[in-house]
């Protein structure tokens, strides 16, 4: 069927978007409104705070919200809370958290917490002019203009910190950046950092005009092409550790601690060579990062982004994590640069947020930072030491068996019997199904 562009959607209001949908694309079956209205809240104030988070909502789409208890954080013991589908990782993330605390917990630094953000502009003129013309006089010109901005956040202790001018005319004609840093406290600082640079573009513009530096074609050249933080933050980064004496490692696997330990560094070897393991064992950090950042109502595409840009700085897609078994200690490590917030953004409005950021004890944005550190370490020592042992599905797939179970529409009776027949063995979805099977046909 050919569908029809529509006008002004967003504009209709949620029943006419749905009676819309439901005729344009679901041929007109009204079970589908169902499935949206299920997922409605009953109370009608948080449904329509929810509404009014983003355009065009119809619904909400529910992720679980779990919780890792027993993680003990700089000598602080926290409950974790995790939003996230997968089955395995609020599991693998308890089981590592509990691993390590009789071994002195997870420790963390807060290594730096500078922002950044550009105004990428064209400008054909001599770079040295231009450089004397930003020290002189546009540079204090930039930081007055903003002072308006600034001024809150520079209560609290942050603003800008530094604005540079980048010279890029070697990889573009005429390139440059304003590159500015930015403390943003306790917020993720997206919008401040925005503003302030959007400020810096209509101030570079006025200045170039009013400035006798310039000649006039040159002025004409100017072209400001945009102003936007970035989401690489090497620069705002921390890192969080483990370590213990080999022979305490302790695992009940099945391997001695020394093998254990000579393994589990090969695997970190060989995702800090090989860009194919790098990416899925990063991915498993990240299981742990997003997920708290989901819960603590960050934006966990800014921190996937900045996490693979930063694993990728040196040229080659590398591991985020690090291993080494020296003079009897395994040492396991992760430098992780994140930007997140604890107020603005959805943290004062979202009530599970409230919840998570209470749970965790009303965090600082570096305190959150050290746990969203922890929490990505933990998940991926969980998968590591899965992964050079039993192997990953055995732990993945007991999670998993409920979702199998739940497609083939078991009761409650059968679920509690296929826990107890797979207690002791491997789940495989042949298995399940042919033992269902079995069951039924009884
Ligand atoms: C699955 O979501 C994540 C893992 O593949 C990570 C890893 O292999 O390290 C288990």
Known sequence: MNHQPVEGFSKLSKQRKIDWLISEYLSNDRSYEQILQQYWNNSAELQKLHEEFSENTISNFYMPYGIAPNFLIDGKLLALPMAVEESSVVAAASKAAKFWIDKGGFKTTIINTEKLGHTHFIFNVESHKLLHFFNFSLKKKLLEATEDITSNMRKRGGGILDIKLIDKTSEMPNYYQLKASFDTVDSMGAN??????????????????????????????????????SNFTPDCIVRAEVSCKIEELNDDSGISNEEFARKFKQAVTI??????????????????????????????????????????????????????????????????????????????????????????????????????????????????????????????????????????????????????????????????ISEFNRLRAQ
């Open 192 to 229: 401040f950092i925005n503003s302030c640079l959007e400020q810096f573009g209509k101030t570079l513009r006025q200045e170039v005009a009013e400035s006798t530096d310039f000649t006039q074609e040159e002025k004409d050249s100017l072209q400001i092409v945009m102003n936007i933080l």
């Open 271 to 432: 995702a800090e060579i090989e860009p194919f393991r790098a990416t899925t064992h990063n991915k498993g950090i990240m299981n742990g990062v997003d997920a708290v950042v989901i819960a603590t109502g960050n934006d966990f595409r800014a921190t996937e982004a900045c996490a693979h840009a930063y694993a990728a700085r040196n040229g080659k897609y590398s591991s985020l994590t690090h291993c080494t078994t020296d003079n009897g200690i395994f040492r396991f490590w992760i430098d992780l640069p994140i930007s997140v917030g604890v107020v603005g953004g959805l943290t004062n409005l979202h009530p599970l947020v409230k919840f998570s950021l209470a749970l965790l004890g009303k965090p600082s944005a570096q305190e959150l930072m050290s746990i969203l550190a922890v929490s990505g370490l933990a998940q991926n020592f969980g998968a590591l030491r899965s992964l050079i042992t039993t192997g990953i599905q055995k732990g993945h797939m007991k999670m998993h068996l409920l979702n199998i179970l739940n497609q083939m529409g078991a009761t409650e009776e059968e679920k509690q019997y296929f826990v107890t027949y797979f207690k002791d063995k491997t789940v495989s979805h042949h298995e399940v």
